[in-house]
Structures are given as C-alpha cells and as structure tokens.
C-alpha cells in the first residue's frame, strides 16, 4: 500500500465542502413495496479520488483472503487512534467496495469481527454471503447467533440488488435453523422483494415437517395471502425433486389448486414477473409431460379452461391442450380435451 494520507485532514462531518462519498439514490420497486439503492462512485475532489483509490485497494486486498495480522497491518494506517475507528469518510468508501462482503464470501469470520470493530456494518450482501458460506461449513445456527448479537434482524432482507429476500427464505432446508429463526421472531410470512415468500421457498425445497413448523408460526397460505400459489412453487421443483411430491399431496386440499405461480398486480392478469406470468400446477405439471401429477391435479379439481401465459408457453397466451401439443405431450390430450376444448379463456 503506497497511498499515505494525514487522518487529521479528512473531513468527519458531511458539512465539510471536502466531504465525497458515493451518492446514493433509491429507486422504488412497487409491486412490493421495497426501494432499491443504487449508489455513484464519481468524484470531484482530490481527496475524494485517493481515498477511493484506497478502498480499491483494500477490497482487492480482500480477495487475496489475507492472514489476520495482514489486514490488521493494512487497517492500522486507517484508525483514528483517538476513536480507534476508521474515520467516516474512508469507511463509506471502503464500505461501497465491499470489503466485508469479501471476507464474509470466504467465510472468514476473524476478518469481520475486526471490521466490525473498526467500524465496518453488517449489509444485506454481508449476511447472504455468510449465510450461504456457512450453509455450505454446516455452522449456520453459529452464524445466526453471529448476525443477531451484531444487530441483524432477521426480517431484514439480504442479498443482491435482483432478489432480496429474508434469512428464513435462505435456510428453509435446515429444520434447526428454521425453528432457530422462529423461536427469534423471523416472519414465516416474509417475501423477497420480488413478492417469492418464505413458504414458496419451503415448498421448494424444505423437508414437510419445516413446512408444518412454518405454518404453525402463522404461516398463511390462504387464497387472498402473497403465499396462496405455493402449490404451484412445489410443483415447479417436481421435476429435478421427486421428494416433493410429499408436499404436493399435503397441500391439495389445504390451498386453492388453481391459485397461480404467484398474485398479479392489482387490475392485471398476470404477475410482473416474466418468469411467473399467468400459470397453475396444472399448467406446469403438463409443461413436464408428467401424466401421473396432471391426472392427480385433475382429480383434486385443477381446471383445464383456464389458459396459461409464461415461459411455458413461450410468453404467448394458449390452452391448455396447445400447451401440451407445443411440448410434444400428445399423450396427454386423452385428459385434457373432454373439458378443455381451448375455447374458454381467462384473459
């Protein structure tokens, strides 16, 4: 590190005409009422360049997954001996280059309890990367203890700028850290910020008794709730896990079985989601060609009329039975076409 800089002329206060951080401006994501943060990392300012140039530097630092006494040696130029903290404006900097979000990747837990200390904060990207290091080190309720004694809260959201969504939504396949989570006062009803809620992640891919603790926490899957499609979510994770099916079978007579993939907008037929668009488990059961669920959704009373629109059906509106046609499942208009000549719409 060849930058050296006097501590004592870095402004502390925002009113400094030398302050410069990144600007930060919030975009608002309507269809569920969270706001993403984009921040700008131009300068104008001398100071503001080389301390920019710094925090470049520290986080590619970072990545080399230094030694402790290493990045203690690299911070020690940086603390303000009187506060023993990095001053602000460096941290802000330091901070937009996602240091501790490169130590937490690498599951370096010694690292972040020194950033920590000089100052550094816990942020979505912090949390997800921990979280899922740990997942894969089999210390996640270690790493849940860790985020809460640091001021984390559970229904926060982590994560990237594309799919924010809240702790619980990360752990759904470890029943300990589930009720862990619970037991703290984590929202079985939570969502990420594109509306994907805790139980559609439970259907997916937690075991059946999670799925019952979630729902005995409140857990609602009523046909008016966020969460009312999650047959539809199990469904969709059949194919490459046939453990589902355990799922499927416990849900058809406890949600709406023509409930789609997830709620449209209000005054729209189909979700904001590309992805999601306008399909049931029916619609996905035939998209697989799978005959045994699509008669099983049949008997429980899944309804051919309505059509689908979605990736499915290559984000054109159709029946059900051109549906299958397109897929090359011809074997399954025996069950299709009695009550669903194609001709009834829901657009």
Known sequence: MNIQIDLGTIPTSPLSPEWEVPTTTSSPFEPCGHSFVFKSSATETELGRTIKEVAIQFSQFMEEDPSLEATQDFLRHWIDTSTNKIPP???????NYEACAIAAENYRMDLIQVLLRCGFKLDHTVVFNLVEAA???GDIIETLEFITENGWDLNALTGGIGNRRPVLCLVVE????VKW?????ADPNGMSVHGVTVLHCAARNASLSTLKMLLS???DISATSPSSGILVHAVASYPKKPDRRVIIEYLINRVDVNALFMQPKEGSKRSHLPWAGHQTALHLAVNDGNRDLVEYLLKHGASTQLRVFGPASRHKWMSVVRLADSHGHENLRDLLDDSAPGKTSSE
């Open 217 to 219: 926490a409140g857990g």
């Open 89 to 95: 404006m460096v941290l802000e900097w330091m901070e």
């Open 174 to 177: 470890d029943e300990a850290a």
């Open 181 to 185: 989570c619970l037991d703290r006062g």
């Open 135 to 137: 997942k894969k080190s």
